[in-house]
Every structure is written in structure tokens, then in C-alpha cells.
């Protein structure tokens, strides 16, 4: 059985990243609210006395490190003694605190609570911070109008997360009906404040032409400002765009500066993306060797696409040295979660015993998974397994079947072998195959 490798080619990767991608929630900090010129001494003293702003500054400072020892557990102390006297701020960042588990357990419904308490009185961070929960089921069932409920208000305090955050819940149509245009408006308050996560959902409502005139340019200088922000999937765009010169001329440079950003803070598609073009060549100079370091990044973040073609050069040599056993343990990796082309390749090292014992019964297996997905190279491994009785009982029947589905995708070996099969079956009298033994 000769190997078939699974050849690395440059593709487009014109992917549409959801526009529900989150970012990390907020912060805990509230730096900005922090009396300027009270000295540390002062605030402690009005703290002990029971000052409920001054426990919440005194929360701050230890959570901070700022003008305190950092100190999660202290900074839980101080912001339970304000919460607990109605102080909106600290209920807010108690409720961060349970939500994160720093300085006290995780607890989601804790951090609902602390939050509603907060969001009841006015304060629009805490309204943000509840409409999370409700997004994402945490600490309650998952409720979008309640969640849309909490974003609008802190949306309409000016809070640009919430606004973003509306945004989405427009444009993917959740707890409301699907409706481009107010997700248009909520996205272009947020984006005005140099959110870079709305910037980038204009970009992509411009390039899909969703709510929006279809405009490339448009879209490109949306992720333009995004990427300048530090939003990695921008930064990934741009890298596409100059790839392909969607809107603007098409800059090899600059589509593999974008692309290393995104990489480099760990972008899998970026970095499955570079691992192509070094391999192949393809706007750079080829380098194999760098290849092998992209796509190893990726497949240590468990990305299947990337450990299929990690093993494909551990398989060849190629950019790292020669290791039949590390190419069965990338193929492994990313046969398990469903990758038939890495499932072909790991039926054809148990085939033929490269970094494994040799194992008809396990490529067999592995064979019949790919195959069931449509893969052309399995089904005629498989075909030909039945046709000789190799890890499966021999049956000419299920060969024909797997083999003639292999030709229909214009395998030649596999329509060769069928053809002379059919030579070894002949019509039943109830009109069915009859299964004939070849000795």
C-alpha cells in the first residue's frame, strides 16, 4: 500500500470570526475614581472608622498593588465592609471578584448577586456586568432580553463594552429580533470611543455587506483602526486582506507583518496561515523550518489543522528532522477530533507499521472513519482491506462498495480495482451480489 501524503498548500482562509467572539470581561480595577491627593494613612483611618467610600478605595488600592501590598484577600475584606453598607462600586467589584475567583472561591451566583445589587442602583459598569451573566448563563439559565435589558441601560450611560455588546445581540439576532441596523448604531457609538472590538464589527459588517453597502475600503479601514488597538482577529484580517488586495493592492510585507502580530499573541488561524506560506513559498521566501515552528505553535493549542500538517513534516522531514513517532502523535491528536485527512494518514502508519507495530485491525479503524466522511484515498484503502481479508473479515461485497465510491471521486486505483471485481461478482437469483472467496 503506497503512502499518500496530504500535500501542503496555501489556503485563502477567508474566515468570517463570529462576531459573538468575545474579549475578556472588565476589569475589576476602577482606578479612575480614586481620590488623587488623599494620603494612604488618611484613607485606612477613614476606612477602620467605617467609611464605606473609603473601604471601597482601601479594596482598590490592595487589589492594585497601588500605594498597598497587592493582596486579593484584603482586597475582598475591604470591598465586603463597603458592599455590605450599599456601596454600588464595591458590590460591583466584589461581584468581579466572585466571578473570577481572586481572593475568594469562584462563585457565579455569588457574583450575580453582588452585580444586581450594583446594577439596581445605577451603576452602568454593574449593568454591563449582569447582562453577561444573563448572555452567558452564570449563576442563572442564559436569558437574552434580560440581557439585553441590562446592556441597553449601560449602552445608554455611555458604557462602550455595553454598546458593542448590544451590538452583537442585533447583528446575531439573540433575545431580538436580527436587525443590522441598530446593531449598526450601537456598534458606531462604541466604535467613536475607540472600542476596538466594535471597529472590528464594522469591518466585518462593511466586508460581508451586512446592514451596510458591501465596501471593502470601507471595511479595511475599519480593521485598520482595530488592529492599531491591539484586537488580534483585526490584526488577522488585515494580514487576509493585503494576502489577497481586498480593497487595497495586495502587499506581501504587510500581509505577513498583520499575520505575525495575530501569531505572536497567539492567533491559531494566523499561525496555521504562516506555516502555509513558509511551506509553500507562497509571498515569502519558502522555509520550511519556519513553517514547522507556526504550525507547531498552533497544534500546541490543540487546533486539529495544524497537527495534520505538524505530522505531515514529521512524516516527510520536512523542516524538522524525520520521526515517524512524533508524525502517529500529531495524526492522533487531530484524528481524534474529527480530522479525516489525519485519520487516512494514521490508518496508513498502523498499515504499515511506521511509528507504531503494525496493526491492520487499528488502520482499519481509522481507514473506515475517514472513509465515512467522503475522504476518496480511504475508501479505496478500505475497499481494498475487505477485498483481501486485512483487518476486516473478506468480503467482496463491502470492497466493491467502498471502491466504487472511491472511483466516483476519480481515484484511479480504486476504478481499476473495482472494475476487476465486478469481474469476481455475479448476479444472484434474487437480484443481489453474490459474495465469492478468492483463494
Known amino acids: 500500500m503506497n503512502r499518500i501524503y496530504i500535500q501542503i498548500v496555501m489556503l485563502s482562509y477567508a474566515i468570517l470570526i463570529p462576531l459573538n467572539a468575545w474579549t475578556q470581561p472588565p476589569k475589576v480595577s476602577d482606578s479612575a475614581n480614586r481620590p488623587a491627593m488623599e494620603k494612604p494613612e488618611t484613607t485606612l483611618k477613614k476606612a477602620e472608622s467605617g467609611d464605606a467610600k473609603a473601604q471601597y478605595f482601601m479594596g482598590q488600592m490592595h487589589y492594585d498593588g497601588q500605594n498597598a501590598p497587592q493582596d486579593y484577600q484584603a482586597a475582598a475584606k475591604w470591598y465586603t465592609m463597603a458592599a455590605d453598607q450599599g456601596h454600588a462600586a464595591a458590590q460591583r467589584a466584589l461581584g468581579a471578584m466572585n466571578y473570577y475567583g481572586r481572593g475568594i472561591l469562584q462563585d457565579d451566583k455569588a457574583a450575580l448577586k453582588w452585580f444586581t445589587m450594583a446594577a ?88 460581508s455587506g451586512q446592514g451596510v453597502p458591501q465596501d471593502d475600503k470601507t471595511a479595511f479601514d475599519w480593521f485598520l483602526k482595530a488592529a492599531a488597538g491591539g484586537y488580534v482577529d483585526a490584526q488577522f484580517r488585515l494580514g487576509w486582506i493585503y494576502a489577497e488586495g481586498k480593497g487595497i493592492d495586495r502587499d506581501y510585507n504587510e500581509s505577513i507583518k498583520w ?39 498552533a497544534a500546541e493549542q490543540d487546533d486539529a489543522d495544524a497537527q495534520l500538517w505538524l505530522g505531515t513534516m514529521y512524516d516527510d522531514g520536512r523542516g524538522v528532522p524525520r520521526d515517524y513517532n512524533q508524525a502517529v502523535k500529531w495524526y492522533k491528536m487531530a484524528a481524534e477530533r474529527g480530522n479525516f485527512y489525519a485519520q487516512y494518514n494514521l490508518g496508513a502508519m498502523y498499515a504499515e507499521g511506521n511509528g507504531v507495530a503494525q496493526d491492520y485491525n487499528e488502520a482499519a479503524k481509522w481507514f473506515t472513519m475517514a472513509a465515512e466522511q467522503g475522504d476518496p484515498d480511504a475508501q479505496y484503502c478500505l475497499g481494498m482491506m475487505y477485498a483481501e481479508g486485512h483487518g476486516v473479515p473478506k468480503d467482496h461485497a463491502q470492497a466493491y462498495k467502498w471502491l466504487n465510491l472511491a472511483a466516483e471521486q476519480g481515484n484511479k486505483g480504486a476504478e481499476k480495482f473495482r472494475d476487476d471485481l465486478k469481474n469476481l461478482m455475479e448476479p444472484t437469483h434474487e437480484g443481489g451480489l453474490q459474495r465469492l472467496e478468492k483463494d
Open 120 to 207: 439596581e442602583k445605577g451603576d452602568a459598569e454593574a449593568q454591563l456586568w449582569l447582562g453577561i451573566m444573563y448572555d452567558d448563563g452564570r449563576g442563572t439559565a442564559q436569558n437574552y432580553p434580560e440581557a439585553i435589558k441590562w446592556y441597553k441601560m449601560a449602552a445608554e450611560k455611555g458604557n462602550a463594552y455595553a454598546q458593542h455588546s448590544l451590538g452583537v445581540m442585533y447583528a446575531e439576532g439573540y433575545g431580538v429580533r436580527q436587525n443590522y441596523r441598530e446593531a449598526l448604531k450601537w456598534f458606531t457609538m462604541a466604535a467613536a470611543q475607540g472600542d476596538a472590538e466594535a471597529q472590528y464589527f464594522l469591518g466585518m459588517m462593511h466586508a
Open 259 to 297: 499575520y505575525k502580530m495575530a501569531a505572536e499573541k497567539g492567533n491559531v488561524y494566523a499561525q496555521n496561515v504562516l506555516g502555509l506560506m513558509f511551506a509553500d513559498g507562497d509571498g515569502v521566501p519558502q522555509d520550511v523550518k519556519e513553517a514547522a515552528k507556526w504550525f507547531a505553535m
